[in-house]
């Protein structure tokens, strides 16, 4: 009869497993996880120099255990491009050009909406293409979406004519 000692016994009563490679599957999700989607909507899509548009946007918090539906606090940030000026929005402020616009406490399942207001520069040059991105934070979820683009056109020539 053969004696085994040492690493060899050790590896000889321990039955040898093979891996075979299979298809990933991902994790479900958690039950109960908070998310936020972000929907984003902009002005025409031809627009002129020196005139002011509205940028449209709406947060849509979701998930959340059906017993603890807490509210958390909704903010939307953006950072505006060089062609663009803020002017205003409801809950909106800015500095520089970075813009950020409060929505209050929010439940899941809730909607809030909100829109800021910009002028285009009136050096804003005929055929550039202007893309804004949003953020939106709900608690610690967060969502990021571009506005839809905008062409700048040039602006329409006014001439009178004699009679």
């Known amino acids: 009869m053969l004696k085994v000692r040492g690493p060899a016994a050790v590896l000889a009563a321990v039955p040898l497993v093979a891996a075979v490679p299979g298809q990933a599957q991902a994790a479900p ?12 909507d902009a002005p025409e899509l031809a627009i002129v120099p020196g005139v002011t548009r509205t940028w449209a946007f709406t947060a849509a918090p979701k998930g959340g255990k059906k017993g603890e539906r807490a509210a958390y606090r909704a903010t939307f940030r953006a950072t505006l491009p060089a062609s663009l000026e803020f002017v205003s929005g409801k809950g909106c402020e800015a500095e520089g ?14 909607k809030v909406k909100g829109s800021f207001r910009a002028k285009i ?7 550039r293409e202007i893309v804004v991105r949003g953020v939106v934070t709900w608690g610690k979820a967060r969502a990021a979406r571009d506005f839809p683009a905008v ?4 602006a329409p020539r006014l001439e009178t004519a004699t009679l």
Do not use: F, I, M
């Open 29 to 40: 999700k958690p039950p109960g996880k908070r998310s936020v989607a972000l929907r984003t």
């Open 97 to 110: 050009r970075k813009v950020v616009c409060d929505l209050g406490k929010v439940k899941a399942g809730k």
């Open 121 to 127: 520069s009136t050096r804003a040059e005929p055929g």
């Open 151 to 154: 062409r700048v056109v040039e």
